[in-house]
């Protein structure tokens, strides 16, 4: 039995050190829930009233552009050339041109002077100086909208005299427009071209069986009876996007169109040009190549080959010197295993 000596005692305060109370911590300032999406930066004032002004600005901007729109749309009437304006060029277009002129178009989407253009091609360089063949064309009328935008007619001037365009005489007004004529000094003209007579060939339908199916004359033009789109005559044709003055001949198949002129006197040269008209170059899908024979008194000299889906004029330059001093019969000779969709052109001449 214990005694009380031994009884548990509590201990005393002095057993452990005092510690002494945690300072008082004041509460944080209360912050304003954020809105869904809100970033933290929208709380600040000073952001607040800058992005009060950004949208002012941009407000402003937008009205001044809205405002700046309707000046140019008003404005823009007085600065566009009229429809007399067009017909007076046309008028003395049509007084100067000849054979081997071209109109050049400035700046290059001034597309609306093809309406009044008539009977010479309209060139486009379009942001390529190499766009358009010129080596064809002894002058060229540049028609520039001078007050228009984008429209630098010095630049198109500078261009043309680095091409070996010479500029003859100042450029004539007609209103809004402006016309200026430039010759070239490095065009060949060729001694007989054969465009230029088709009206003198013969042209025929060449059967299987070697008889001839006669496409007779008609005015400057050789209509077949087999079908209306064989119809040989000069045209202005588009290839690959360039204006081409050629003798549309549309194939009849594997039997030949046959285009032929007799009494030729050859030169040193006999230039071909040749390709399919317009956007149907572009496709291939089931489409034939077309075939031009060239025949010098019924012998081969050269021949083009236009296959589908490949755009742009084929050439060919053949030596005629042995043929020098002569007159001789030459035939172009059109064919294709398929006649769909193939556009086809040509043209030649003889170059002394």
Not at 32 to 38: D, K
Not at 341 to 351: I, K, L, P, S
Request: glycine share 6%; net charge negative.
């Amino acid at each position: 039995m214990l005694s009380k000596t031994h009884s548990a005692e509590p201990l005393s305060d002095q057993s452990s050190p005092a510690v002494e109370p945690a300072p008082a911590v004041e509460p944080a300032p209360a912050v304003e829930p954020l809105s869904a999406g809100e970033p933290v930066l929208a709380q600040d004032p000073r952001w607040r009233l800058t992005r009060t002004w950004l949208l002012r600005a941009q407000a402003a901007l937008v009205i001044g552009a809205a405002l700046l729109s309707l000046l140019f749309y008003f404005c823009l009437p007085s600065t566009l050339p009229s429809e007399a304006d067009y017909q007076q060029l046309a008028e003395s277009l049509a007084s100067q041109a000849s054979r081997g002129d071209a109109v050049l178009l400035d700046p290059h989407w001034a597309e609306r002077a093809r309406l009044y253009v008539k009977g010479i091609p309209v060139l486009n360089f379009g942001r390529d100086p190499t766009r358009e063949d010129l080596a064809a064309f002894h002058r060229l009328f540049v028609l520039s909208a001078p007050e228009l935008p984008r429209s630098d007619r010095e630049e198109t001037f500078e261009r043309l005299e680095a091409m070996k365009f010479r500029r003859a005489g100042e450029p004539t007004r007609f209103g809004k427009l402006s016309l200026a004529l430039f010759e070239s000094s490095a065009v060949e003209t060729p001694s007989f071209d054969f465009t230029s007579e088709v009206a003198q060939a013969r042209v025929f339908i060449r059967r299987a069986d070697g008889s001839e199916e006669l496409c007779p004359r008609s005015g400057e033009r050789h209509p077949c009876k087999r079908a209306g789109w064989l119809n040989v005559g000069a045209e202005i044709k588009e290839i690959a996007f360039k204006p081409y003055r050629c003798l549309w001949a549309h194939p009849v198949g594997t039997e030949p169109l046959v285009v032929e002129y007799t009494g030729v006197p050859l030169g040193k040269e006999l230039r071909v040009l040749a390709g399919i008209v317009g956007q149907i170059a572009f496709r291939t899908e089931r489409y034939q190549p077309v075939t031009l024979a060239v025949k010098v008194d019924g012998e081969l000299v050269t021949s083009l080959v236009v296959p589908p889906g490949e755009p742009g004029e084929r050439r060919s330059t053949v030596g005629t010197e042995r043929f020098a001093g002569g007159r001789h019969k030459v035939s172009f000779e059109v064919s294709t295993p398929d006649a769909s969709m193939r556009h086809f052109c040509f043209d030649a001449g003889v170059y002394p």
